[in-house]
Nanobody, 124 residues
Framework: EVQLVESGGGLVQAGGSLRLSCAASGFTWDDYLIGWFRQVPGKAREGVSCIRSRDGSTYYGDSVKGRFTISSDKNKNMVYLQMNSLKPEDTAVYYC?????????????????WGQGTQVTVSS
């Protein structure tokens, strides 16, 4: 059974940093994506970043380029999102998700499995 569990969210002041973690288990896919998405009330879910298992290629949403970094540790089945220079507009619930077929890095509709989410709040 596929499980994705996020951790690391919290409250931070603008300009600060947080590191989110996604613990993944229950699958043996060959080529897949692990992505980070975020959502605020009343808005569509936004692609933040993802990483492809086969070659390690990455995607970053325009709003986080240069500030966030995605990484993985395959031996530990972990994916991380290092968030630096945080802004109040980064405030959202952040979700870890998996696309077993590596269909589209930025589109949440292709991701079949989701974690429970972790709240990130950035104060001004």
């Amino acid at each position: 059974e596929v499980q994705l569990v996020e951790s690391g969210g919290g409250l931070v002041q603008a300009g600060g940093s947080l590191r989110l973690s996604c613990a993944a288990s229950g699958f043996t896919w060959d080529d897949y994506l692990i992505g980070w998405f975020r959502q605020v009330p009343g808005k569509a879910r936004e692609g933040v970043s993802c990483i492809r298992s086969r070659d390690g290629s990455t995607y970053y949403g325009d709003s986080v380029k240069g500030r966030f970094t995605i990484s993985s540790d395959k031996n530990k089945n972990m994916v991380y999102l290092q968030m630096n220079s945080l802004k109040p507009e980064d405030t959202a619930v952040y979700y870890c998700a998996a696309d077993p077929r590596a269909q589209a890095m930025e589109d949440p509709s292709w991701y079949d499995y989701w974690g429970q989410g972790t709240q990130v709040t950035v104060s001004s």
